[in-house]
């Protein structure tokens, strides 16, 4: 694919970088009660299934293929990261087979989507909204590498006597997908286009950043047997978020 879009086309190639092959690569130590992983890997906390894994947060997805495998194919859509996970596992406590989980994620993989002018991309979607069509995007300032913006999770699951598999989990990370904070009017071009005789354009200038957030949650699973042969399995699933921003829409002619 050639012309303004060639590399970003070439991009969309389901296997044609390195990340996308080199899915999977660590270090696996076992000892005693312990267990220990470091390196490229994808980590699956949750009952619920497909996109979901709701409570999964620190994984970014490809969304390029958004319309043919991404929601039935997250194995591969979703992007593994470079991090450690430390397990410890107690048997027979009092609350039944309990595991521990750590995990420490210096890595930062965002989200992919097409071209902007895909329409798999989000610059797509802002800029068919009336009045974003002038809209100016500033460059998405990214979380450094720094220790301080590193993520983090606790897992604590149990499984007990009753046959019921509870999970409780803790997160801190960055959103896999920015934020699009809208921060004004780029007053420069408004400027310009009075001197030109031109008439003004509002031209919103928007800054897409991922924010940090919180989320504690949990999730469980009950097995019923049935007869001999039937089992059924009651999940369920839950998440409360802290610091995450939501989109609002202006009541007021100039949404800036």
Known sequence: ARGRNGP???ELEYFRTFRRIFREGYLHWRGGNWELRLGKQQVVWGKATDIGHFVVQVHGFDFRELYDT???DTELTRRTQWMASLQHFWH???LGDLDLQLLW??????????P??????PFFLVRQTPGFKASRFLKTDKPSAAFKNHDGGLKISTLTEGKWDLQLYFLGFYNRSPFYFIRGIDEAKLAGDRAAGLAPSRYIRIEPKP?????LGGSFEKTYTLGTDNDW?????????LNRYVSTVSRTKNPA
């Open 233 to 241: 399995i009651f999940r369920g699933e839950l998440a409360y978020f």
């Open 116 to 121: 902007p002018d895909w329409p798999q991309s």
């Open 105 to 114: 994620i210096p890595d930062y993989e965002e989200d992919l989507y097409g």
């Open 211 to 215: 924010t940090r957030v919180w989320m």
């Open 70 to 72: 991404g929601l039935d």
């Open 8 to 10: 970003a086309e070439r």
């Open 92 to 94: 027979d406590s009092p």
